[in-house]
């Protein structure tokens, strides 16, 4: 009888808690070597029915609304009151290395030393929306090392922040207090898919933040409701002060408390597997069509020859690429 294949050699101190481990295990699921791949896949198998357990937020927010300083906050918070929380901090790649290059553990240091936890900044590798392509993966390591509440920071607004909002259970939207020209600038399609909007640095004034928190009220009323059991709210906070960090918290409490996570977690899980497979169906495609075949259409939809249109049945209509 054929011995049980040997588990991922990360596995048990992963599930132990172990800090060490999840870096580790963090590092193997970023890496893209090909070898690399088949072991992330394999250690994320045996920890899957550990993983989901945790509360996920995603956070976003224009550069300078405060959203490192306000995740600090609000984690050593939560830390302070024994949940164990993890910071997935997606950064803009750097061009040359393709590493992070904001650094945002240099400017959470209290949170950084915290024992109850751990924060992984993540290069976006020129990712649509500046989630990082494995962030998913490194959630569920996360949940199944222990973790609690699973913070994660994204690059800042723009249209595809949907992806932010189709990993995690609630999506906050941090602006400032003088959002009057800022609100024109958010993009309608993100308000719609914000859980709950927070007035950030509410104590710089105190006058302007209670207006921007009226907008954001009127603003949230004119979008189509989530459902029944949750309409959006708008909040004001102050990540200096601690001013409104309990009631942001108690809203996502709130909101986690009346919502059916395990359909909405269902049916992100097969979002993420239709764009894992059109990714790979491209690739294949790509693979399956000689290069000089492909670049020559292109070339003659850029010279208007084709149009793009037919520059693509032109594609379809030779299955073999002109081989």
């Known amino acids: 009888m054929a011995e049980p294949a040997a588990s991922h050699p990360l596995t048990s101190p992963l599930l132990s808690g172990s800090r060490r481990a999840l870096a580790k295990a963090i590092t193997l699921v970023e890496s893209t070597r090909p070898e690399h791949e088949a072991q992330a896949q394999a250690l994320l198998a045996e920890v899957a029915p550990h993983a989901g357990n945790s509360v996920r937020v995603g956070l976003t927010g224009v550069p300078g609304v405060g959203k490192s300083t306000f995740i600090e906050a609000l984690g050593v918070r939560l830390a302070d009151s ?49 989630v990082a392509r494995r962030t998913r993966e490194t959630i569920a390591l996360c949940e199944a090392a222990g973790y609690d509440v699973v913070l994660v920071e994204t690059v800042g607004v723009g249209q595809s922040e949907a992806q932010v909002a189709a990993m995690t259970d609630v999506f906050v939207l941090l602006t400032l ?35 921007a928190q009226t907008e954001l009220r009127t603003a949230l009323t004119l979008l189509t409701p ?58 294949a495609f790509q693979a399956g069509v000689e290069a000089g075949h492909l670049r020559a259409i292109r070339a003659d939809v850029a010279a208007g020859r084709l149009t793009a249109v037919q520059g693509v049945a032109a594609v379809l209509g030779d299955g073999t690429g002109g081989r």
């Open 82 to 130: 024994g949940k164990r929380v993890a910071v997935l901090a997606v950064d803009p790649s750097s061009a040359r290395t393709g590493g992070s290059i904001m650094g945002d553990k240099t400017r959470m240091p209290r949170l950084t030393v915290h024992p109850q936890a751990f924060i992984r900044p993540s290069p976006s590798g020129g990712t649509l929306g500046g």
């Open 177 to 211: 207090p003088n959002a009057g020209d800022e609100l024109q600038g958010i993009k309608r399609g993100i308000m719609e898919l914000v859980d709950i909007c927070v007035v950030n640095k509410a104590d710089v004034s105190p006058h302007a933040a209670i207006r």
């Open 226 to 283: 989530h459902g029944a059991s949750w309409r959006p709210v708008a909040l004001r906070a102050s990540a200096l002060s601690g001013e409104g960090l309990e009631e942001v918290w108690n809203a996502v409490e709130r909101y986690v408390a009346g919502t059916d996570l395990s359909t909405r977690r269902r049916a992100q899980t097969v979002q993420w597997f239709d764009d894992l497979l059109r990714e790979a169906v491209w690739r």
